[in-house]
Structures are given as structure tokens and as C-alpha cells.
């Protein structure tokens, strides 16, 4: 009983409340497929991708519909790798859709180059044939295929896949690791037309564009804190536990301030965790703690009584809370030396500006506004 009152005790000192963010289900999706390209001479784009995927997740979580939060789905692709079978155009699914981002990181981070043949046209019917696509033509379903070949190899016609794209409603931008003019004579941007996208052309071989400010270090010890209110449950959840600890690790090894945008990105509605983490997990579902089986659940919850249970997830999840306002606190006033030290004149464009600025002309044409 002393035990209980504690708790509760605890509880009103914590008096805000951490609410689910709410997302609606059917409409406020995004469904974003990257088929990247990963012979021989791009493991720049590779580096590109792996560094500004919480920028790109960041952007995202901005983005609401009809005043509700939007869900971020990815799936990835890769083609060009001359040890995937010829048979299937060497090309391999990695990724079906999924709102787990730190597995998307862990994939982006495993893939290496390996010189071969980059077939746009049919990794681009594989993507339409076999990922999970929302059937709902009021949410925003893209490709981004990034690569620097003709787009015109291979024995699948590349017009056929953008015709079949463009009969279900999924919009298809390429991105040319190249200059302009060559990526016009190589059809990216024919493909970008008959794709009803954009086309984009970048240096794949450039650093993309950060700087580093003086809130990281301290969004770095709240990440820290932050990462404390994640108790794993179910038999998998130790798995997903050390990957979001690895993928910190991954983003620290890009830059501090690569890390601060994913420690950003932890706080948002586009990064939720509810089937290992038992915070995502009862906001997503306020029968779990009452249903779950008490040997699937967190050590911290094993062996209590369910007011007990109930109290105790609360207190993390305000908890949880205090570390996430401090972050978009800290976050609020790094954005802001950023603009103050922003270098002047035309910047080259990444992979992740490419995608961020589609997302913002498409999305909104979906209803999508980004505050």
C-alpha cells in the first residue's frame, strides 16, 4: 500500500499528460518507397541517405491533414548489385512498408556498393508489384528512384512501369546522381514526367548540408533520458531495445548534429514503437497493460497488481514527456542558429532536400499542410 501511494504521489508531481498523437488511420499516410541505386560509384548516395533520413522523418512529422497527426510508412529497394540473382534484374526488396525508422536506419546503414547492371524500369515494376500499397487514393503514395545509369536499361520498358504507376495513382520522381543535361539524354527526366513527378539531379558524392550548433550536446543528454522510458516487453522486444540504442550509435558516428535530428525525430508522431515498447503500446491500445500476459510484460510492470501496472506506466509516460518537451525546447532554439548561420548562395542539392521538397509540392496537392 505505501508502495501505491508513492506512486500516485509521483504521479501528481507529474501532473502534465503524455496523449497519444493522434493519427487517423485511413487518410493521413504517407507512403514513401526509396529504390537506390548501389553499384560501384554510389557510395555517396548511400552515405546521403543513411545521414538524412530524421531530416526527412522531421519534415514528415510536420505535415497534418484535417488537424491530425501523419503516419510515415517506408519501404526500400535496392538495385545494380551484381550479387543479387540476374534473374530478378539484381534487384532485392529490403524493406516492406513499415513505420519502424530504426529499422529503416539498420538497413541503411548494412548496405555496401558492388559494381553492376541498374535496371530503373523494372525495380520500379517490382516496387508497384510487391509492396503493400495502400489501396486509398487520398493519401500520398510516392517513389523515389535515385541512380545514375540510363534509365532506359534492362528488358523492362520504363514507360510501362510509369504507365501502371500512374494508373494507381502512385507518383514516381528520380533523381539523377549526375549532372542536369546527362541525366535529360539518360531519360530520368522523361521518367520524372511520365511518372507524374520531379526531376531532380544532384551531386551524390557531396557531404549534404549540416551544421552543428550549440544545443546538440545537451539534446544528447535528454536523448539519453529519453531512451530510459523505453521498456521493452514480448519476446522481441530486447531485439528492437538494442537497435534503437545501435542506431543512436550509428547517428552519432555520422555527426552530433545527425544524432540531435534523431534524438528530434524520437519525439515526434512519425516515430512510434508500439510493438515493443510499452509506452507506445498502451497509447496505442488502452486495453494492453490489462491484456498483455504479465510474463510478456516489462520487467518494471512483472509481478504487480493492475492499478500498480497502470500507475507506473502513467509515471513513465510523464516522464517520457518532460524529456521530450525539453528536446522540441532545445530543438526550437537550434533552428533558430541555424537560420542565423546559414551560409549564403546557392547550396548543391542532396538526396534528402530532393525528397523533402517533393513531399512538400505533392503532399500538400493531397491535403497534407505542413505548419
Not at 67 to 90: D, K, V, W
Not at 222 to 240: M, P
Request: proline share 2%.
Amino acid at each position: 500500500m505505501k508502495r501505491l501511494i508513492l506512486l500516485i504521489i509521483c504521479l501528481l508531481i507529474f501532473r502534465p499528460q503524455l496523449r497519444a498523437q493522434a493519427t487517423e488511420p485511413n487518410h493521413n499516410v504517407i507512403q514513401l518507397a526509396l529504390l537506390l541505386d548501389v553499384s560501384g560509384s554510389m557510395s555517396g548516395l548511400i552515405d546521403q541517405a543513411k545521414s538524412e533520413l530524421w531530416t526527412i522523418a522531421n519534415e514528415v512529422a510536420k505535415a497534418k491533414k484535417n488537424g491530425f497527426n501523419t503516419r510515415l510508412e517506408i519501404a526500400l529497394y535496392e538495385y545494380g548489385r551484381t550479387s543479387n540473382p540476374a534473374s530478378n534484374g539484381y534487384i532485392v526488396k529490403l524493406l516492406d512498408y513499415t513505420s519502424d525508422l530504426d529499422t529503416v536506419s539498420k538497413i541503411l546503414f548494412s548496405l555496401s556498393i558492388n559494381g553492376g547492371d541498374e535496371y530503373c524500369g523494372w525495380v520500379i515494376k517490382n516496387a508497384l508489384e510487391e509492396l503493400q500499397w495502400r489501396d486509398n487514393d487520398s493519401i500520398y503514395r510516392v517513389i523515389f528512384i535515385a541512380g545514375n545509369e540510363p534509365f532506359n536499361q534492362g528488358s523492362v520498358d520504363y514507360k510501362a512501369s510509369l504507365s501502371n504507376a500512374s494508373a494507381k495513382g502512385i507518383t514516381v520522381n528520380t533523381i539523377h546522381c549526375g549532372d542536369s543535361m546527362t541525366g535529360v539524354l539518360g531519360f530520368w527526366q522523361d521518367g520524372a514526367v511520365k511518372g507524374n513527378g520531379k526531376y531532380f539531379f544532384i551531386n551524390h558524392n557531396s557531404t549534404a548540408y549540416d551544421v552543428s550548433t550549440p544545443y546538440d550536446s545537451l539534446i544528447d543528454v535528454y536523448n539519453d533520458s529519453l531512451n530510459t522510458t523505453y521498456w521493452a516487453y514480448g519476446s522481441g522486444g530486447g531485439a528492437y531495445k538494442s537497435n534503437q540504442l545501435e542506431q543512436d550509435n550509428n547517428a552519432a558516428k555520422m555527426s552530433k548534429s545527425i544524432k540531435a535530428k534523431r534524438a528530434i525525430s524520437k519525439t515526434q508522431s512519425v516515430y512510434s514503437n508500439a510493438k515493443w515498447d510499452a509506452v507506445d503500446a498502451a497509447r496505442s491500445d488502452t486495453a494492453w497493460v490489462r491484456t498483455t500476459k504479465d510474463e510478456d510484460l516489462p520487467e518494471q510492470l512483472k509481478g504487480k497488481s493492475l492499478p500498480e501496472k497502470k500507475i507506473i506506466l502513467e509515471y513513465n509516460s510523464k516522464k517520457r514527456l518532460v524529456y521530450s518537451t525539453k528536446i522540441a525546447g532545445l530543438n526550437v532554439q537550434r533552428e533558430t542558429y541555424i537560420r542565423s548561420v546559414r551560409t549564403a548562395g546557392v547550396k548543391e542539392r542532396s538526396l534528402g532536400m530532393a525528397l523533402v521538397e517533393a513531399i512538400h509540392l505533392q503532399a500538400s496537392k493531397k491535403g497534407f499542410v505542413f505548419e
